[in-house]
């Protein structure tokens, strides 16, 4: 399977936009983007979903260009709250379907 | 409405001994999944279920099983426990698209508060 790869960790300041990236080369033709955030000790929680260009919703906004090979996160105005781990997943085709989740970007706001 | 829940939420199991994990949902929703979640790493998929007595391998699926007899519900099984199996287990649980209802990728998941399970 190929992997689902983003960075690390990310360090930024309150009130600035973040935008952390994952590449998915192998995504299924069908499959969607999703991003996640986990504080320590719970479950992952949905952010945002697309398939294609541009998604936004009230906390974010995701943009994936033409070739879905990539996906890019975007957080506007971060505060101390939005320090957490942030997961890509996407689904892939190799020789059976799975849903691959991303190792995870650990965010830090510093005020 | 409670989402999603879990069963136990800690567990110490010695080498060999067997357990279920249960999850619970009251959303209606067809998908149920069952991650694992090692210390530092992202959530890898052992087995999902895309509707009632339907299930399918995920990444990880080998030393366990799975049941979906009751839409509601979920079972993670393991057989023999290993230390390897030492992990947090998230379940979740999500609705499926309407044009494409066979793409588990589709939609939001919403997880359980997890299990930690300790094998010695």
């Not at chain 1, 890509?88 to 190792?103: K, P, T």
């Amino acid at each position: 399977l190929a992997k689902t790869t983003q960075p690390i960790s990310m360090d930024s300041y309150e009130g600035q936009e973040v935008n952390i990236t994952c590449s998915h080369n192998n995504i299924a033709t069908n499959d969607y983007i999703t991003w996640y955030q986990q504080f320590p000790s719970q479950g992952p929680r949905f952010i945002i979903q697309g398939y294609k260009t541009k998604v936004t919703n009230e906390v974010a906004s995701l943009f994936i260009p033409a070739d879905r090979k990539s996906s890019t996160l975007s957080l506007p105005r971060v505060s101390l709250s939005d320090t957490a781990v942030y997961y890509c997943l996407v689904g892939e085709m190799d020789s059976n379907y799975q849903l691959i989740w991303g190792a995870g970007t650990k965010l830090i706001i510093k005020p | 409405n409670a989402g999603v829940t879990q069963t136990p939420k800690f567990r110490v199991l010695k080498t060999g001994q067997s357990m279920t994990l249960l999850c619970a949902q009251d959303m209606n929703h067809e998908y149920m999944y069952w991650y694992r979640q090692d210390p530092g790493m992202g959530l890898r998929l052992i087995h999902y279920s895309v509707g009632e007595g339907t299930t399918a391998k995920g990444e990880v699926p080998d030393g366990y099983n799975v049941s979906r007899l009751k839409k509601q519900n979920f079972l993670l099984g393991l057989e023999s426990a290993a230390p390897s199996q030492t992990s947090v287990y998230f379940c979740a649980s999500s609705y499926p698209a309407e044009r494409e209802p066979s793409n588990p990728s589709y939609g939001e998941q919403f997880f359980g508060p997890g299990t930690r399970l300790t094998v010695l």
